[in-house]
């Protein structure tokens, strides 16, 4: 799990997802033929509960999260596919970076968000760790350093229509223009 957060009794939780990596073809390298791949796409699952759909929305970077109900009562979940990082050699080039993921949950009768958080792919100071972690504390302490409970967008928000990718519906992706 990557983090989650709770506001008036709505928990929202996010997961690490599953995504493809498409192979950009092949490059003659060092007298080798290699196939490069394109890992700066990503995806995570966002979970909510305890939350009525008419009233609650969720928000990534201001954009409406596609959630569709589950056997849970008053379960919700979706998926977030995004770019994380920029290689110099990736598929859609043009595409920018979406990091960080700004996560909202707003009351669609105030248009405020009640809370929320922020999910940094690197550390959010910069820092590139020299050396593979030692232990599993030092490994989960560079996960937690990226999710931060905080930072969700204050004030009224304007809430965006929602959209739906017929070939994903139940995915938001943030690579494909509002």
Same mark, same amino acid.
């Given at each position: 799990m990557i983090g989650s957060v709770t506001r008036r009794g709505i928990h929202l939780e996010m997961r690490h997802a599953l995504e493809p990596w498409h192979v950009l073809g092949e490059e003659t390298s060092g007298g080798q033929t290699v196939r490069n791949a394109d890992s700066s796409v990503e995806r995570l699952q966002v979970k909510v509960? $305890?939350?009525?759909?008419?009233?609650? +929305?969720?928000?990534?970077?201001?954009?409406?999260?596609p959630l !569709?109900?589950?056997?849970?009562?008053?379960?919700?979940?979706?998926?977030?596919?995004?770019?994380?990082?920029?290689?110099?050699?990736?598929?859609?080039?043009?595409?920018?970076? !979406?990091?960080?993921l700004v996560f909202d949950i707003v009351d669609t009768w105030s248009g405020r968000s009640i809370g929320g958080c922020t999910y940094h792919v690197t550390h959010p100071g910069g820092r590139a760790h020299e050396q593979f972690p030692v232990n599993?504390?030092?490994?989960?302490s560079r996960r =937690?350093?990226?999710?931060?409970?905080?930072? !969700?967008?204050?004030? +009224?928000?304007? +809430?965006? $229509?929602?959209?739906?990718?017929?070939?994903?519906? =139940?995915?938001?992706d943030l690579r494909r223009a509002p």
């Open positions: 509960s $305890g939350m009525t759909d008419s009233r609650f +929305i969720v928000l990534c970077n201001g954009r409406t999260v !569709h109900a589950t056997d849970e009562k008053d379960g919700f979940v979706a998926g977030v596919r995004y770019r994380a990082w920029q290689p110099p050699s990736c598929f859609r080039p043009n595409i920018p970076v !979406h990091t960080p599993a504390f030092e490994a989960e =937690l350093a990226r999710f931060s409970d905080i930072g !969700h967008t204050p004030g +009224i928000i304007t +809430i965006p $229509g929602e959209e739906r990718n017929p070939a994903f519906p =139940l995915t938001l």
